[in-house]
């Protein structure tokens, strides 16, 4: 983890997501079509790079987005949204000869019965080029990464790719593109192109339409980093997952999908994950990775959606109690979470553990609560102990929403389950000094800190058991 914002550069085709929903309770008579009854449900969202935009925010990241539109209302519209984003700042070229290019959706039971787009997609001429490229040469320094998202609506010029381009690796930027264009020519010298699989096939002339060859890919991914210089091609390919292929190695990941409800921005997600982590100095292959485990989440909600931090920790509730790989794997995820610890035997859980665990939590982002395992505790309180055994004891903790983690541990003390985790914060109770807290030395190392929490007078587990025994 780190403390690193991460700062993405995001060009290209911004697009306002139009959404109104409405009723279909019969056929129109004029013609076998739908009658939609509008209701006030109609709302109206970032589209296109403005989507890959939010993500990276929504991701941890700091982005700045470079983009067109006509002098309309949509305009007011866009600048409005994009004001309300936070860590988001943008430059929104005025193009008078254009309108704001807007896809406008009419759903009823969250199915889209039409869309209507309203767009120009002549390319833009060389007066509004040259305020890009303006645009672009002030705030390159301010970034650690270029997205170049085309959507193809004329914005992303094959001259303006190639001076952006060009500039970028001047500066030693790391250049991601998502292409629409079917001739790769003009992203040419890009680190990172990520097409998905059906334009991987026509970037390559290739008519092979069997999703699931990885082998296809390969051989396409090698065919076109040789011909156009790039360093790695990620392929999105649908419910196959994604491929990472360079000159090294190959990687492919399964899809981290559990339903699909609908798809569109899936790829935005992925670029956007794939930059953050990369401008928040991950590997390719772990951003990728966070990538479509977001990716998974996205096309498991209706619309043009973001998918956030909190949504890639909390995606499946049912792995709440984690072996300590899977803990590690989880926080390969987090950015800036502010990650707690505390730990126990919770051995009949009374008012005192509820009091102590939800204060914790008030003070932290996530909370990972260490258990000790059966033998753990009979190493500490003797044969007798636990009464409730770690399968019950972590059944009953898994409930509540206070706890974010379960992690079973054998050791007489969790310093080396600290040790992986690096929590900001260790959380124990009063009767406690800091001093004694098993992990205050090691967490002042990464910046952390130890915090004491009020205990509850007169409540804990050994004065249950005696009044249990003694009938009293």
């Known amino acids: 983890m780190t403390n690193n914002d991460g700062k993405v550069l995001c060009l290209g ?13 019969r056929i129109s008579p004029e013609a076998p079509i739908p009658v939609l009854k509008i209701n006030d449900n109609k709302y109206e969202v970032l589209g296109g790079c403005g989507n890959v935009a939010r993500n990276v925010c929504a991701a941890g990241s700091i982005c700045h987005i470079i983009s067109i539109s006509g002098n309309d209302e949509d305009y007011r519209v866009l600048r409005k949204l994009l004001g309300e984003t936070k860590k988001l700042t943008h430059d929104l070229i005025i193009d008078k000869k254009r309108c704001t290019t807007k896809k406008i959706r009419f759903v009823s039971n969250n199915q889209q019965i039409l869309r209507v787009d309203k767009e120009i997609i002549d390319p833009i001429d060389t007066i509004i080029e040259k305020k890009i490229l303006t645009k672009f040469d002030n705030k390159i320094d301010f970034c650690d990464v270029v997205v170049i998202s085309d959507y193809n609506k004329g914005m992303l010029t094959n001259s303006v790719l190639k001076e ?18 079917a001739d790769f020519t003009a992203y040419k010298g890009a680190d990172i192109i990520t097409p998905n699989f059906k334009e991987l096939l026509e970037a390559s002339n290739h008519d092979d339409k069997v999703l699931g060859s990885e082998r296809t890919v390969v051989n396409l991914s090698n065919k076109l980093i040789k011909k156009f210089n790039f360093n790695t091609i990620v392929t999105t390919r649908s419910s196959e997952g994604i491929s990472i ?7 492919h990941l399964p899809s981290r999908a559990r339903e699909v409800y609908d798809v569109s921005g899936a790829g935005d997600t992925v670029l956007a994950y794939i930059a953050s982590g990369l401008a928040k100095g991950k590997s390719l292959p772990n951003a990728t990775e966070i990538a479509n485990d977001a990716a998974g989440i996205a096309v498991g909600k209706f619309g043009t959606t973001v998918v956030s931090q909190s949504d890639l920790l909390d995606s499946n509730p049912n792995e709440k109690i984690c072996t300590i790989d899977q803990i590690q794997n989880m926080l390969k995820k987090t950015f800036n979470k502010k990650i707690g610890f505390t730990n126990g035997c919770f051995d009949l859980i009374h008012q005192g553990h509820i009091h102590y665990l939800k204060e914790a939590r008030k003070k932290c982002d996530f909370l990972i609560l260490g258990l000790n395992s059966d033998d753990s505790i009979k190493k500490i309180k003797g044969k007798d102990r636990p009464i409730l055994n770690e399968k019950e004891r972590s059944e009953i903790l898994k409930n509540f929403n206070f706890i ?23 959380f124990k109770g009063d009767d406690y000094s800091i001093n004694e807290v098993v992990g205050h030395r090691e967490v002042k190392k990464w910046g952390g800190r130890v915090n004491l929490i009020k205990c509850v007078k007169g409540k804990s587990t050994s004065k249950i058991i005696r009044k249990i025994k003694h009938g009293t």
């Open 13 to 25: 085709d911004i697009i306002l997501d139009s959404y109104s929903h409405g009723d279909v309770r």
């Open 245 to 251: 292929v360079d000159n090294k190695k190959n990687i």
């Open 164 to 181: 952006i381009i060009k500039i970028s690796k001047k500066k030693n930027k790391k250049i991601i593109v998502d292409p629409k264009k």
């Open 404 to 426: 974010d983690r379960i992690v079973i541990f054998d050791e007489k003390t969790p310093l080396n389950l600290i040790k992986i985790i690096k929590p900001k914060i260790i």
